[in-house]
């Protein structure tokens, strides 16, 4: 089944400065790859997701970078905000609507 | 609130004793997963439906698990014998017909097992 490898384990930055977070993938059949954003007690949000036809996605200060051929994707956030303060987690699929395999999370700490 | 509903928000339990968590999906999804949560984690899957037929179980799921949709539409996670190890975060999430992989994830049942 799919394996998916996340790092860093926590990130902590300073406010204004960006964050990136790396997720690597096990089977190349995936073709969907989600990120989601989950804050202390709450659920988990989608915050952005890129299918594997495209190799960058972009919403306002986040993006998504894909490389189908490393197996890996990245989580960037530009200009870091202290409500961007959560834990982080990347996914992959095989096939639409089929589950999702979560990476292990990233805890990122703005600090102002 | 339109979103995923699961009830309850927190289960605390004797070890032994049997649980059971429900979940109401968005209207309208046909997809509706269960997760498996624990501190400082990625969601682990453990079984989905798609309408009434649960489609595929994971290793995870021991016998003491079982899950049903009846009507396809909420569901319900029961544990029978809870061990200490089951001790979790229990997230449910739905979505839209195939073809729409976006999930949807309700707050969570946290279950403490004494």
């Known amino acids: 089944g799919e394996n998916v490898e996340q790092h860093p384990s926590t990130l902590s930055v300073q406010e204004g400065d960006s964050a990136v977070i790396k997720c690597t993938y096990s089977d190349s059949a995936s073709n969907y790859f989600p990120w989601y954003k989950q804050e202390l007690g709450k659920r988990p949000q989608l915050i952005i997701d890129i299918r594997s036809n495209v190799g960058e996605k972009k919403d306002q200060r986040i993006a998504v970078t894909l490389n189908k051929t490393a197996k890996h994707f990245s989580l960037h956030i530009t200009e870091t905000q202290p409500e961007d303060s959560a834990v982080y987690f990347c996914a992959a699929t095989l096939a639409a609507g089929n589950k999702l395999t979560f990476g292990g999370g990233t805890r990122v700490l703005v600090k102002p | 609130d339109t979103g995923v509903s699961q009830n309850p928000r927190h289960k605390i339990t004797k070890r032994g004793q049997n649980v059971t968590f429900r979940c109401d999906p968005i209207s309208e999804h046909n997809r509706l997963y269960w997760y498996r949560q624990t501190l400082g984690q990625g969601p682990e899957f453990l079984t989905y439906f798609q309408n009434e037929a649960q489609l595929e179980k994971s290793r995870l799921l021991s016998d003491r698990f079982s899950a049903e949709r009846p009507k396809g539409s909420f569901s319900t996670l029961e544990i029978q014998r809870t061990e200490q190890g089951d001790s979790a975060m229990y997230l449910c999430?739905?979505?839209?017909?195939?073809?729409?992989?976006?999930?949807?994830f309700g707050s969570g049942t946290q279950l403490s097992v004494l």
């Open positions: 999430a739905s979505s839209p017909a195939r073809g729409d992989e976006k999930l949807f």
